[in-house]
């Protein structure tokens, strides 16, 4: 059993986006997010209200948002600290509040690690008809609930933060019987799980993280999708066939790379086709809309939830 080193980021929720993308330009596979502003917004829905227990609630009332990754010991620990250290305090340069920018470190292993997200996840109704099931949970399925089990392992994605849920809320719009559907960052599948089910007949997900293609595989085969959702490693631009048009992309992962993306991603559109892009603080809305516009997409419609937005744009056809 790996033994993993749990890093502990208390910051801003400002600097939230701007911590995450250091973290993962230095190599870290994911990112667990602790923001007060995020269980106030839970009280939206019961159900969703019920995720989490009260212990943790409590511990989350204060201003603070806590910035969670693991890395591996195999990893030069001191020198991914030093980095992601010198990089957090510069942010300060640029007018970011990033609190305290404290970091602590706690070793892990990896059951431990896997077992410690269990007490975060409950059943979550998310838009009209899609319940979130953990698979160590169980769940009466209502009438009209498309239930998707999942269990996120050491990959992002539970479908309870707000930018999952507000892609979950526009998949359900868009997607139909015919549509073909790409995930771009699937984490943990969750959205093409999503898609697939909700009639979708061709996704594909995928991601650069060799875990989370691992875990978005695992959780397809839980929910007998194998053979409806296709799971690949890399960028969209490097291991997509550009001949093969989207209904439907999506994705949710953090401003700056949808920005990158949108110079791209038309090429995998069909003309009609809607690009849903999530992961997008709200102090950097402006900016993703303006990269969008430059690159001849269409906004169609802007969501925001809690400190968060989600874009759904088409391409242009001026």
């Keep these: 059993m790996d033994n993993w080193i749990e890093i502990n980021i208390s910051t801003a929720s400002e600097a939230v986006e701007a911590i995450t993308s250091i973290l993962y330009d230095e190599g870290a ?87 410690n997200w269990k007490k975060y ?24 609930d498309i239930v998707v089990e999942l269990d996120p392992g050491m990959a992002f994605g539970t479908g ?52 989370a293609v691992k875990v978005s595989k695992e959780n397809i085969a839980s929910n007998n999708l194998n053979e409806n959702i296709k799971i690949m490693h890399g960028n969209l631009t490097d291991v997509v066939d550009e001949n093969k048009k989207a209904d439907v992309i999506v994705a949710n ?25 999530s992961g997008i603080i709200l102090d950097k809305l402006e900016e993703v809309k303006e990269s969008l516009v430059q690159n001849n997409f269409e906004i169609i419609d802007v969501i925001t939830k809690g400190e968060w937005s989600c874009i759904v744009c088409k391409k242009n056809k001026k």
Excluded at 45 to 65: F, H, Q
Excluded at 121 to 144: A, L, R
């Design 253 to 277: 992962i953090i401003a700056d790379v949808i920005m990158i993306l949108a110079k791209d991603v038309s090429k995998f559109m069909k003309d009609d086709a809607v690009f849903i892009s």
């Design 160 to 211: 309870n933060h707000e930018t999952t849920s507000m892609c979950i809320c526009q998949l359900e719009k868009y997607i139909n019987k015919d549509s073909v559907v790409y995930d771009i960052g699937c984490g943990s599948g969750v959205l093409s799980i999503v898609a697939s089910k909700l009639g979708a007949k061709d996704v594909t997900g995928v991601d650069f993280d060799e875990v």
């Design 29 to 115: 596979c994911g990112c667990i997010i602790e923001d007060p502003l995020d269980f106030l917004f839970k009280k939206q829905s019961p159900l969703d209200w019920d995720y989490v227990d009260e212990k943790l609630y409590n511990k989350n009332l204060g201003s603070e948002v806590i910035i969670k990754t693991y890395v591996s010991e195999e990893k030069n620990v001191a020198e991914f600290i030093d980095n992601i250290k010198q990089k957090i305090l510069k942010l300060k340069d640029y007018g970011l509040d990033i609190g305290r920018g404290s970091i602590e470190l706690t070793q892990v292993n990896e059951k431990d690690w896997a077992n």
């Design 121 to 144: 996840y409950k059943p979550s109704k998310i838009g009209e008809k899609i319940v979130i099931k953990p698979t160590w949970e169980d769940y009466e399925k209502q009438d009209g």
